[in-house]
């Protein structure tokens, strides 16, 4: 049997078996292509030849393309489905194996990646299916996917930390930056999860720096990022006590170590100092600036790393000015004294609040006011004296009573009984006045110039022996005397 293509050109001859088969092989140099004629014609022994069988040639058997399951970068198997019984081979993109496999009867398939190749993200690869009678099917094609590997956590630092922590998986390797992509520091993740980057000499953590982490794995594929905000350190505010008006220094309490500085309420800046190591602070007013009442100011402290607190405020309170001393005057006094801080000025006021007069204190700590013409003192008036410094705070009023006038007793002889006068001495110009036991009164007269006064008996009020009676002296202020007493002695 001698098979041709439709040319004429020879593919081979063989001879028919006893079974009646044949089977030509198609030399290496030619190549039966789908849909090629060929024909074949037997020639027996004695040379005579058959007429052409005319064929044509078959396309190859379809071969299913297999599937492949995309893997992911550092992977040691690459695996996908088949038809069970077929050979998987799989490439790099290049056409170098990777390795082969045949699909088993479950129609799946692994092929191992050898030692000596990894796979990593972005590779393509592709797989091919070769049946039994060795046909191949197309590519199956796919890429190799970057690991997923998960964000590390990472803990808001404070301004001035010099570590930086998180958690994040064990072995793996965290880096930390700032925003603009400058490298903080890297440390490995511990066996607990753990990492801590220590921040270099040469940087400074910021209140407000973003920074962010960034967890690699042995592979060398790398996490989303994990950002975070540097925490402003919260610098506690510091303690001002309220100044007062006139006060030279401002005082309050603080962080020892940290920086006070006091503003006035527009902003301009009073002093600063250094909290001492117990804890209070000092700044001094300037020459120039005068703390008035109800002026507000405020203080701000800064710590060692330059974090300021909050605003502390305060407003500055009226001086405490005491109140001055008042001797009790007596009615009719034309003067009134008392005791003072030396160059402020006493203001002293009658009951009703009208203005007896004003006096400055003098160096010895007192003053006086005069009682002004047409202004009388009288026994039970109420009288007060308030104090005002050289600011115009002034101070809490207080007030006095005005005493009765201190009058002297009289002298009273005592008189016979029958007898038509009575006599007696006191102050000259005040008023003798005598009175029975009962007080009813016997008469009255004006002391004279040689401080003697008799007082007429009326006749309707005969003096008994042993009768009681009293005499008392009113001046010209109308203050009275203690009384004085004697009894009528017999005619």
Do not use: C
Not at 256 to 274: F, L, N
């Amino acid at each position: 049997m001698t098979v041709y293509f439709d040319d004429g050109t020879k593919i081979g001859s063989a001879v028919v078996d006893a079974d009646g088969n044949w089977t030509v092989n198609v030399s290496s140099h030619e190549q039966l292509n789908a849909n090629d004629h060929i024909y074949a014609v037997q020639t027996d022994q004695d040379g005579n030849t058959s007429d052409k069988t005319n064929s044509t040639v078959l396309p190859r058997p379809e071969v299913a393309t297999p599937e492949i399951t995309t893997p992911t970068a550092g992977d040691r198997t690459i695996s996908g489905k088949g038809t069970a019984g077929d050979t998987i081979t799989v490439h790099f993109d290049d056409g170098s194996v990777i390795g082969s496999a045949v699909v088993g009867a479950d129609g799946t398939w692994t092929v191992n990646v050898p030692s000596h190749s990894s796979l990593n993200a972005g590779d393509d690869i592709y797989a091919v299916q070769t049946d039994q009678d060795g046909n191949e099917s197309d590519k199956a094609s796919t890429t190799v996917l970057t690991r997923e590997v998960a964000k590390p956590t990472i803990e808001a630092p404070t301004a001035g930390a010099r570590t930086i922590s998180g958690k994040g998986t064990a072995g793996d390797t965290v880096t930390v930056y700032y925003d603009d992509g400058t490298e903080i520091g890297s440390a490995v993740v511990d066996a607990d999860g753990n990492w801590t980057v220590e921040v270099s000499d040469h940087t400074d953590l910021r209140g407000g720096d973003n920074i962010y982490a960034v967890q690699t794995d042995a592979d060398g594929n790398h996490s989303d990022k994990a950002n975070t905000t540097v925490i402003t350190n919260e610098v506690p505010m510091p303690e001002i006590t309220a100044p007062t008006a006139g006060s030279t220094a401002i005082t309050g309490t603080g962080v020892a170590g940290d920086i006070v500085t006091v503003y006035a309420d527009d902003g301009t800046e009073i002093g600063t100092t250094v909290v001492n190591s117990n804890g209070t602070w000092t700044v001094n007013v300037p020459g120039g600036m005068r703390l008035d009442e109800g002026d507000t100011i405020s203080a701000i402290q800064t710590d060692q790393d330059g974090n300021q607190s909050e605003k502390t405020k305060t407003t500055v309170i009226p001086a405490e000015v005491p109140a001055p001393g008042i001797n009790q005057p007596t009615a009719g006094a034309t003067t009134i004294t008392g005791t003072g801080i030396a160059g402020d000025t006493v203001t002293v006021y009658g009951n009703d609040g009208t203005e007896i007069g004003t006096a400055v204190v003098d160096d010895n700590g007192t003053w006086t006011v005069d009682v002004p013409d047409g202004v009388n003192l009288e026994a039970g008036d109420t009288i007060s004296v308030v104090q005002n410094d050289n600011y115009g705070d002034q101070s809490e009023p207080v007030s006095t009573t005005v005493l009765p006038g201190e009058v002297a007793t009289p002298t009273i002889n005592s008189p016979k009984a029958g007898a038509k006068t009575i006599t007696g001495t006191g102050v000259p110009g005040d008023t003798a006045t005598v009175t029975t036991e009962d007080g009813t009164e016997i008469g009255s007269a004006v002391v004279d110039s040689a401080g003697n006064w008799t007082v007429n008996v009326p006749d309707d009020m005969p003096l008994i022996t042993g009768d009681e009676i009293a005499a008392y002296q009113t001046d010209s202020s109308g203050n009275q005397s203690e009384y004085v007493f004697t009894t009528v002695r017999p005619a």
